[in-house]
């Protein structure tokens, strides 16, 4: 369904947007499902949809030479899918997609994007100061990855999961979270146990409250 006017959205960085640079984006944007795994877009492949998800989590994953991914940067209705075109880049070497589902996400062509904010400056300083969030936290998960405990390191991104779904109940398996992470299975359970010993959540096959 297009959106000629200014509704309300689930997504926090089309309403912050002036009414003006919305109704730029408007008559190209139209609401999808996100299911799990759907891809966002897929490493050293051009870019072609801008995702605005209005709820669950999305990753940005790295791969290294050896197939092995870890998880970079997540986001959720606060911002964007395509960080890369917005910094002058069609693709990337890195992949993202759903690791939570949600409610759905309003998505656009990325030339319809290009075009919009070629037309707004304000529109492009906001989204670009979106980008710089994301350098940020970045910066961030490659400094706890270096300095923290695996603990802590998951404490921090069931946390950071936990900013952008409803409720305090999400699903996400032990290996998902390995794989997130970049360490093996065995060590997300035992931490998941120490956690549980902290009352600081509660862990169920499938899900962690």
């Known amino acids: 369904m297009s959106l000629q006017a200014r509704p309300a959205t689930g997504n926090l960085l089309l309403n912050a947007l002036s009414a003006g640079d919305f109704a730029l984006l408007a008559p190209h944007l139209r609401r999808v499902p996100l299911p799990l795994r759907w891809p966002l877009y897929r490493p050293d492949e051009p870019i072609e949809e801008c995702y605005f998800p209005e709820g669950g989590v999305s990753s940005i994953v790295a ?19 395509a960080v890369p075109v917005l910094l002058g880049s069609d693709r990337s070497p890195n992949e993202s997609f759903v690791q939570i589902a949600g409610p ?66 999400f699903l996400i398996t032990h290996d998902f979270m390995a794989l997130m992470l970049g360490v093996r299975r065995s060590g997300v359970t035992l931490t998941l146990h120490i956690l549980e010993g902290a009352h600081a959540i509660r862990a169920r096959r499938g899900r962690v409250e």
């Open 63 to 81: 791969v290294d030479e050896e197939d092995q991914p870890m998880e970079v940067g997540l986001s959720g209705r606060e911002g964007l899918s």
């Open 104 to 169: 759905g996400a309003l998505v656009m062509p990325v030339g319809e994007l290009i075009d919009a904010l070629e037309q707004s400056p304000t529109m492009r300083t906001l989204l670009l100061r979106f980008a710089h969030v994301m350098a940020v936290q970045a910066g961030r998960t490659a400094h706890a990855n270096a300095r923290y405990t695996l603990a802590e390191r998951l404490a921090r991104w069931l946390l950071m999961c936990h900013d952008r779904v409803d409720g305090d109940e």
